[in-house]
């Protein structure tokens, strides 16, 4: 029987844990715990640095405290915060954003009130990533979420955050996998390792992305099975990965992820603030559709565009930003390094009959080879980074183009906090930053701030080009 020992959190950690700190000792990482609630808690693994332990009761339970409504909640892990209710789960959020910001030396920058999803706690994730493993017990192929501290996979049949279209895709194609006898990838042998499955919240239409060490004929009659099973998957798609490692998508020297077509379409629409956006296997696009149609549109308003300025959108993805900000400004340059993203970007600027361009390279490269075009016309530029936040040199390459204004939109605090400080430090005030609760019951949230520089605003002219995509 495990051991238990009773103990009061201090602090937050950035995947949601709760951590005791006691000189002397090493941290306790308690998964279930609440900063400052005095605790029960079952001692699990311990190793070298940190000890592990389980919530188990208090006496005098935080008032934000709620019975997680998920089954899975400890054994699956990818919700840590489903303790806490709504206000509860905000405030650990941004108590992780205050200390990611104190830590880079910017405790004199406030954070504005959260944004809650419009979508609630549930329902509300139009994308899940599952995995393919055997069943410790049985031997048997097993579909689900990746275990907390193993690779083990849980299945999670009724999860209760992603769309309820995106479970009954779950469902059908782990039945079919296991009739068809698709075997899941492990140790060298098998097929399947994981799939990606994107529903849009606008059509209910479902997009599925295969990921699979080989080429196996069973998975093209699994694909046409889903499609017979589930009348909105409109697309099936495979890519090949047999690489070492966790990623899901391999990508080549481009970054591209390289997708073969079983069937259907290649892409879904979302419609976000009257835009029609498509988006394909492999493309970046907001897990939380609701959220990012808020987050969309205070970017363009906290950037205050006028018409006839120039904007440019770095990591565009499909275009979610630009085409918003092009149809204000009547120009805008979306830079995105996926050349298939790119593409879609380009479709739904032609759709959207917005005058916006889009090219594909690194952000780096490109920002030095469109400087001379932008020379004096102050743009505003957009930068959604993944979590690992601005490469090396993007910060001084956006300052060739001696922007009006930077919009920093992050979902990674702590790279945020580090990048914000060096944008400080080249010359930059930054304004208060917006929390956006993209990822309800995890400790993940999305941010968004705007850095001008110091000097006050610069000179002007009007946009380099202004190209109505047909």
């Known amino acids: 029987m495990a051991r238990t020992v009773t103990v009061t959190p201090q602090r937050w950690l950035p995947r949601g844990e709760a951590e005791v700190v006691v000189p002397g000792r090493i941290p306790l990482v308690v998964w279930g715990g609440i900063p400052g609630e005095a605790s029960r808690v079952r001692l699990g693994h311990q190793g070298a640095n940190q000890a592990h332990g389980e919530w188990a009761s208090s006496d005098q339970p935080d008032p934000h405290r709620v019975e997680p409504i998920c089954e899975k909640y400890r054994p699956c892990g990818g919700c840590p915060l489903m303790h806490l209710d709504a206000d509860g789960q905000d405030l650990a959020r941004r108590a992780l954003v205050r200390k990611a910001l104190d830590d880079a030396g910017l405790d004199d920058v406030p954070l504005a009130p959260s944004t809650p999803s419009p979508d609630g706690l549930t329902g509300f994730r139009y994308v899940v990533k599952v995995g393919f493993g055997v069943s410790p017990m049985t031997g048997r192929a097993r579909i689900g979420a990746w275990a907390r501290h193993t690779r083990e996979i849980v299945p999670i049949p009724d999860c209760h955050v992603a769309a309820p279209i995106l479970r009954k895709t779950m469902v059908s194609l782990a039945h079919h996998t296991l009739q068809l006898g698709i075997q899941p990838y492990e140790n060298g042998r098998g097929v399947l390792r994981s799939a990606v499955l ?33 009348s909105a998957v409109v697309g099936v798609w495979l890519h090949l990965n047999d690489g070492p490692g966790n990623a899901i998508f391999a990508r080549d020297d481009q970054g591209v992820v390289g997708t073969l077509p079983l069937a259907g379409r290649e892409w879904i629409e979302e419609r976000l603030n009257d835009l029609v956006y498509r988006v394909g296997p492999g493309d970046f696009f907001q897990t939380n559709p609701s959220v990012a149609e808020v987050l969309y549109a205070r970017t363009v308003e906290r950037l205050a565009l006028t018409e006839g300025e120039a904007l440019v959108d770095l990591y565009c993805g499909v275009g979610g930003i630009t085409l918003l900000a092009a149809r204000q400004t009547g120009f805008a340059l ?51 980074p993944s979590r690992r936040g601005l490469e090396p040199g993007v910060i001084e390459a956006i300052g060739g183009l001696q922007p009006r204004a930077i919009a920093y939109v992050s979902c990674n605090p702590t790279a945020m906090g580090r990048d914000l400080a060096q944008l400080r430090a080249a010359g930059y005030a930054l304004d208060e930053v917006d929390v956006f609760d993209m990822f309800p019951n995890t400790s993940h949230v999305e941010c968004l701030t705007i850095a001008r520089p110091e000097g006050g605003a610069v000179a002007q002219r009007r946009a380099p080009r202004r190209k109505l995509a047909r």
């Not at 209910?204 to 694909?223: I, N, S």
């Not at 690194?362 to 930068?383: E, H, M, N, S, Y």
């Open 198 to 230: 994107r529903a849009s919240r606008t059509t209910g239409e479902v997009l599925v992305t295969l990921v699979a060490a080989r080429r196996d004929k069973a998975l093209q009659d699994l694909a046409e099975e889903l499609g017979r099973g589930v």
């Open 334 to 384: 979306g830079v995105e390094e996926i050349e298939g993203a790119v593409t879609r970007a380009r479709e739904a600027a032609r759709m959207n009959r917005v005058p916006a361009e889009f090219t594909t390279g690194k952000v780096v490269d490109v920002l030095q080879q469109i400087a001379p075009r932008f020379q004096g016309t102050g743009p505003c530029v957009v930068v959604d």
